[in-house]
């Protein structure tokens, strides 16, 4: 078995930070990439970021350039979102996944694994 958890979601107000924390167990441990993705209520869930844990190569999505960071512990396992200056749009439940070999980090299709997800809010 694999097993994703997601830790450090909560409610931020707009400017603020947080930082997400995605860490492997299992099966799991054998994943060439780590994507985070988000969904919002009533949309399609969409790929934010990704790390290959190879040669620690990062993608980002156009909307959170700039703000969210992502990192790789692999020592502990774990993938890390640091998300500043966060918007009201940010707003979703957010996942982890692994991606067992290379392919279009955007597509949710390609990860073998998720993890179960934590809340993000950006409100005032």
């Known amino acids: 078995q694999g097993q994703l958890v997601e830790s450090g979601g909560g409610v931020v107000q707009p400017g603020g930070s947080l930082r997400l924390s995605c860490t492997a167990s299992?099966?799991?441990?054998?994943?060439?990439?780590i994507g985070w993705f988000r969904q919002a209520p009533g949309k399609e869930r969409e790929g934010v970021s990704c790390?290959?844990?190879?040669?620690?190569?990062?993608y980002y999505e156009d909307s959170v350039k700039g703000r969210f960071t992502i990192s790789i512990d692999n020592h502990k396992k774990t993938v890390y979102l640091q998300m500043n200056g966060l918007k009201p749009e940010d707003t979703a439940m957010y996942y982890c996944a692994a991606m067992k070999t290379w392919s279009a980090w955007l597509l949710p299709e390609n990860y073998h694994y998720w993890g179960q997800g934590t809340q993000v809010t950006v409100s005032s």
């Open positions: 299992g099966r799991t441990l054998d994943y060439y990439a």
């Open positions: 790390i290959v844990r190879s040669d620690g190569s990062t």
